[in-house]
């Protein structure tokens, strides 16, 4: 199989950190805060290297939004199996703005660039819970979608994915290229193994900025205020 | 979030956390994340911070949920290791060209400073094995490496290291094994006490007298077990390290082939205290790994429990011994990073810094963790809190690998021999 499959990594905070909301209300702390790959994101790297493992596809590459330090994210995908990396290059403002509309722009742009087969994407970053990167990135390219996807088999140029959903599973047949969102228990995520760690630092990660692929990255929201909860919510 | 979680009875996990591969709930040491001052992280380059990330995973998810029960049942957990074995923690600081990971001395140290937060008494086994496969990795010839390290470094097989002796601890070089060259093979008497894991390992690193009397006349040699006339004393009860099996480990006639003599007769010494040197510096890293924990435990009870109407933390004199244990945590984990530096580039001052750090290090980690039970009050005397746990398996490092007492005599003939 000659498919390559792209996968989105975030650098999000890590989700062990008591999170902090900013004095002047525009948002949480992040600086010196520590960060690692979205659980989520983690689960669809898992995904798309099994797949190779299984040689159903060719090529694996981690991308991700960001600023300099979304590059730690990228050699962490490298580190468990990833082929080569793509640094999105977003800092400061826009950065702060970046949202999962400017996101799966970037997404669709990259899929024709590169020729991918297949976009697999986690179900929603833990720091916005947004849920939408996948769906949107999907309707941009007008690609079928398997989203909260808990199994994944790939049948020739057909994708049957059983999906979590409210009233159970179900499951679905899709073309190729498609899009496809990781849920919790699509699979666990391996450990990076030291050699691999090390093997990782030889692997390409290039850059790229958003006006290069055609994307215009200002946001059409406005973050009006960020507040803690009184009290642990309760329904 | 809620209507999530009901839903998803049916399906296979049936509880919905984030993570559900990491075992949150019990590892309080990730909840809260780590204070910049005593994030041991820091300095490290990119590639250190991912290796002690994956690390820390491990020991957090594979280690510390059974860390209680390992010492309770005293189970050598050798499924737990070869998991580690499998992302190269069997042979660290080993040659890749038989399966090591052919990191530094440094990484190896901040490998087992994290992994020891998940289980000290597994994690120092798990170093004194990296210990005897570095050893026959770097003074064996060709086949022997090809023999030993790959079945070392998967944990196919594990290894012991035989030293001490029931007549000859502080006094290694007056052990009285005898080897005896009779045609091709050296035949063994004698007894090794305290051997860790023996009797459940495969692989004995064994230093015994080929030679004269002292240090020049003795040799090392690679005893399997099963070989006839190798058996093992009881199962020794301690006070901690109770994941490893402690016996002796006694010869009567044992038969070793000569071709498993690792370096020349007479090199034994020499080989025995190299090892040590690194031994020295994992045992170290490993009481930093319980001080951190500990110190995270005591900051974590102290914002809990409350007494005289506030909480722990808010009471000067508990808020000093916070900010002393933090203090000396960073002073010993600094330490020990050097000497691991020193050792790596084969520095002049590489042992006495060896020495220093094991002094040092477990000195005041074992201080850090008993200030740490003390902080805990009652609860930190009851086995449901980990911290009696690392205050027991940390004990022992004060004394094995060298007592601080002989560290202190290798560190005073360094000042005191001019070379």
New interface residues.
Partial sequence: MSARVLVGVKRVIDYAVKIRVKPDRTGVVTDGVKHSMNPFCEIAVEEAVKLKEKKLVKEVVAVSCGPQQVQETIRTALAMGADRGIHVEVSGKDYETLGPLQVSKIFAALAKKEQADLIILGKQAIDDDCNQTGQMTAALLDWPQGTFASEVTLEADKLKVVREIDGGLETIKINLPAVVTADLRLNTPRYATLPNIMKAKKKKITNVKPADLGVDVSSRLEVLKVEKLKEAGRI | M??AMA??R????GS?S????RS?IFNSL?????A?CVDPSIGLT??Q???Q??AF??AANEMAPHMAEWDQKEIFPVEAMRKAA????GG?YVN?DVGG?G?SRLDTSIIFEALSTGCVSTTAYISIHNMCAWMIDTFGNNEQREKFCPDLCSMQKFASYCLTEPGSGSDAASLLTSAKLQGDHYILNGSKAFISGGGDTDVYVVMCRTGEKGPKGISCVVVEKGTAGLSFGKKEKKVGWNSQPTRAVIFEDCAVPVTNRLGAEGEGFSIAMKGLNGGRINIASCSLGAAHASVLLARDHMCVRKQFGETLSNSQFLQFKLAEMATKLVASRLLVRQAAVALQEGRPDAVSLCSMAKLFVTDECFAICNQALQIHGGYGYLKDYAVQQYVRDIRVHQILEGTNEVMRMIIARSLLTES
């Fill in positions: 809620a209507a839903l998803v049916g399906v296979r996990f919905y984030i993570g559900r591969s949150l990730q909840r809260r994340g780590i910049a990119d590639e911070k991912e290796f990330k994956v995973d491990f499998q992302l190269g923690f660290i890749p990971s990191l």
